[in-house]
């Protein structure tokens, strides 16, 4: 156990109410099993409408909520309004990796390649900068923008299916966005206490890294390290570790890219809190240089506010 947190309770929040709830329950209920083991003092607590009443149940909060209200600032706020140290990144950092049009538009600044993009939102009205993607331009990914695990994601590969897709991702947010497809492979680099870890391909059985892909065990292949090419390899980690720093990230993150025909980059999105499953990304990054789940969870507490 780490001296900082003798005779302190360590409170897991997880569940929540956002469309990730499941997938959170079953990382919160990992990550309390994994301190247990440690020696820590824990709580599991499905954060809910009651949850302001369970604030003085614990000492430090070891957030492991997904989606919305849990991954975009808003317990970050709480948590820090009542002076609770909590794992992951601040109101900043919560915010900006859960907006991927602020985020894309922040590390394109900073030179990290993304794919071309245009917006829909429900007000109509459209930024400068922000359509450099021609509208008979397919196929597509269509994604709500503060939306996580792939919920409310199509791919649209003629215009006649365009308009359903945006109806489905106007179910999750009043902001659209709709990206280039880029076809060839998908990669994830985790940063772990600022050093980045090996890179996984995935390669989904279906051809599609959706929610069921995700978290059904055995619907896709998961290569660790990756192989890759020298130098996409370099430039996937720079640019993981540019996310991570640049979006304000903190302890842990998780970046997401593709790589095309020409072998080609682009970073779709970063992961603030990434999930931490049976099936999940990060652990399997970090088992690749020896690292147990139980290590990643102690690191990732060592690096509360």
Same mark, same amino acid.
């Given at each position: 156990?780490?001296?900082?947190?003798?005779?302190?309770?360590?409170?897991?929040?997880?569940?929540?109410?956002?469309?990730?709830?499941?997938?959170?329950?079953?990382?919160?209920?990992?990550?309390?099993? $994994?301190?247990?083991?440690?020696?820590?003092?824990?709580?599991?607590?499905?954060?809910?409408?009651?949850?302001?009443?369970?604030?003085?149940?614990?000492?430090?909060?070891?957030?492991?909520?997904?989606?919305?209200?849990?991954?975009?600032?808003?317990?970050?706020?709480?948590?820090?309004?009542?002076?609770?140290?909590?794992?992951?990144?601040?109101?900043?950092?919560?915010?900006?990796?859960?907006?991927?049009?602020?985020?894309?538009?922040?590390?394109?600044?900073?030179?990290?390649?993304?794919?071309?993009?245009?917006?829909?939102?429900?007000?109509?009205?459209?930024?400068?900068?922000?359509?450099?993607?021609?509208?008979?331009?397919?196929?597509?990914?269509?994604?709500?923008?503060?939306?996580?695990?792939?919920?409310?994601?199509?791919?649209?590969?003629?215009?006649?299916?365009?308009?359903? $897709?945006?109806?489905?991702?106007?179910?999750?947010?009043?902001?659209?966005?709709?990206?280039?497809?880029?076809?060839?492979?998908?990669?994830?680099?985790?940063?772990?206490?600022?050093?980045?870890?090996?890179?996984?391909?995935?390669?989904?059985?279906?051809?599609?890294?959706?929610?069921?892909?995700?978290?059904?065990?055995?619907?896709?292949?998961?290569?660790?390290?990756?192989?890759l090419p020298v130098e996409v390899e370099k430039t996937a980690?720079?640019?993981?570790?540019?996310?991570?720093?640049?979006?304000?990230?903190?302890?842990?993150?998780?970046?997401?890219?593709?790589?095309?025909?020409?072998?080609?980059?682009?970073?779709?999105?970063?992961?603030?809190?990434?999930?931490?499953?049976?099936?999940?990304?990060?652990?399997?990054?970090?088992? $690749?240089?020896?690292?147990?789940?139980?290590?990643?969870?102690?690191?990732?507490?060592?690096?509360?506010?």
């Amino acid at each position: 156990m780490l001296e900082f947190f003798k005779g302190k309770k360590i409170g897991v929040l997880y569940g929540g109410r956002s469309s990730e709830r499941e997938v959170s329950i079953r990382s919160g209920k990992a990550v309390s099993l $994994a301190l247990r083991n440690r020696g820590y003092d824990v709580i599991e607590i499905d954060v809910g409408d009651d949850f302001l009443s369970k604030l003085d149940d614990f000492d430090v909060a070891f957030v492991i909520l997904h989606g919305k209200e849990g991954e975009d600032g808003t317990i970050q706020g709480i948590l820090s309004f009542t002076e609770k140290p909590f794992t992951g990144p601040g109101v900043l950092g919560a915010s900006l990796g859960m907006n991927k049009l602020v985020s894309k538009k922040i590390l394109e600044y900073h030179g990290v390649k993304t794919p071309r993009y245009r917006v829909y939102r429900r007000e109509g009205y459209l930024l400068p900068g922000e359509n450099n993607l021609p509208e008979d331009h397919f196929p597509v990914v269509v994604k709500p923008v503060s939306e996580g695990s792939t919920v409310g994601v199509s791919i649209v590969r003629e215009r006649s299916e365009l308009e359903e $897709a945006l109806d489905i991702a106007f179910r999750y947010d009043n902001e659209v966005l709709v990206e280039e497809y880029i076809e060839g492979r998908e990669i994830t680099v985790g940063v772990l206490k600022e050093t980045v870890l090996p890179i996984i391909e995935i390669i989904p059985k279906s051809g599609f890294y959706d929610y069921r892909s995700k978290y059904t065990k055995g619907l896709t292949e998961y290569i660790v390290p990756a192989n890759l090419p020298v130098e996409v390899e370099k430039t996937a980690k720079e640019w993981a570790l540019i996310a991570h720093k640049a979006l304000y990230q903190r302890g842990v993150s998780r970046s997401d890219f593709r790589i095309d025909k020409n072998n080609t980059l682009y970073f779709l999105e970063v992961n603030s809190i990434p999930g931490m499953t049976e099936t999940s990304l990060l652990p399997k990054a970090a088992g $690749a240089v020896g690292l147990s789940f139980e290590d990643v969870v102690e690191m990732i507490l060592s690096c509360v506010i």
